[in-house]
């Protein structure tokens, strides 16, 4: 009996990995048009639609049903698994998870109470916690105190696609909605927070380096940084400036283009890094 790992679409995961785990998917939708995430429409056509629509994509959670149907065929595989979701706080596809899991005793549900690549590596963790032989339910308990671990910080463009998405207020997008201002937002409790603003990207991107080095990051665990839009040349430039955080510790830096939900929130030009926190770096 294996334990798998499962996740949902918004949970995003370095490629090397992605053939690892099963990816139960969210909905977008451009106008009438459904799409399934990263199975009827794939990042790279998600961005292109995005920035070429007039109108903001909605995106749906994960349904119970769905749940069900993978739960099903891991059962007879005789197989269990842990299930991590995106925040619950951020969507309901941890509440439709656990539903769902109600009637498989082989299945346990960890909600990341973060978003991403955050959840991201804590699912990496899991898929190494798991091929180490911890059990079903120390794992799914030893998940839920890792997780308060986890630090992300991202910038973004611009906080007006998160306010029309629903997952920041009016009052932090205004303040953040001074021309030329780049917002440094994080996950906190499960919420979607703003650090601080900086005006224009180099300074943004010092408050990214400014927020890691005072949560320290724990190298021996996950790390994954990610992008938004179609092109990964900001996340290059956050790279370059922030070499001081990575010399000496790691010779790659794992990084993914951001899935298309998460893309519908943050909008195009996002930069985003996820760590385990070791304490402040010297």
């Known amino acids: 009996m294996a334990i798998k790992i499962i996740t949902d679409s ?6 090397k990995y992605s053939n690892l785990f099963t990816v139960v998917p969210l909905t977008v939708s451009f106008g009438e048009k459904d799409y399934i995430d990263g199975v ?30 993978v739960f099903r065929k891991l059962q007879e595989n005789g197989d269990e698994a842990v299930v991590i979701t995106v925040s619950s706080r951020l969507s309901g596809t941890y509440q439709s998870a656990r539903i769902a899991a109600e ?5 346990r549900v960890v909600d990341s109470l973060n978003v991403s690549i955050a959840s991201g590596i804590l699912a990496e ?5 798991a091929s ?11 998940l839920s105190k890792k997780r308060d671990e986890i630090g992300l910080v991202a910038m973004v463009d611009t906080l007006e696609y998160l306010k029309k998405g629903g997952r920041i207020s009016g009052a932090a997008a205004f303040a953040g909605g001074v021309l030329g201002i780049k917002p440094v937002v994080t996950c906190r409790n499960g919420e979607l927070a703003v650090l ?17 080095r005072k949560d320290g990051v724990d190298f021996s665990m996950p790390l994954l940084l990610g992008y938004t839009g179609l092109s990964d040349d900001m996340l290059r430039q956050y790279i370059q400036d922030s070499q001081c955080l990575w010399k ?25 890094v996820a760590y385990f926190k070791s304490g402040a770096l010297q």
């Open 132 to 142: 180490e032989g911890m059990g079903l339910d120390e794992l799914a308990r030893h």
């Open 103 to 107: 009637d498989f005793d082989n299945v």
């Open 196 to 212: 601080g603003k900086a005006r224009g990207s180099k300074k943004a991107n010092n408050l990214l380096v400014e927020q890691i």
């Open 248 to 272: 000496g510790h790691v010779t790659d830096l794992d990084c993914v283009q951001l899935s298309s939900v998460i893309g519908t929130h943050a909008g195009p030009g996002a930069v985003a």
């Open 10 to 15: 918004t949970v995003d995961i370095a490629d």
């Open 40 to 69: 009827t429409l794939n990042k790279q056509e998600f961005y292109q639609k995005l920035v070429s629509s007039a109108e903001l994509p909605k995106t749906s959670q994960a349904t119970p049903a769905a749940f069900a149907e």
């Open 125 to 129: 963790y899991a898929l190494r916690c």
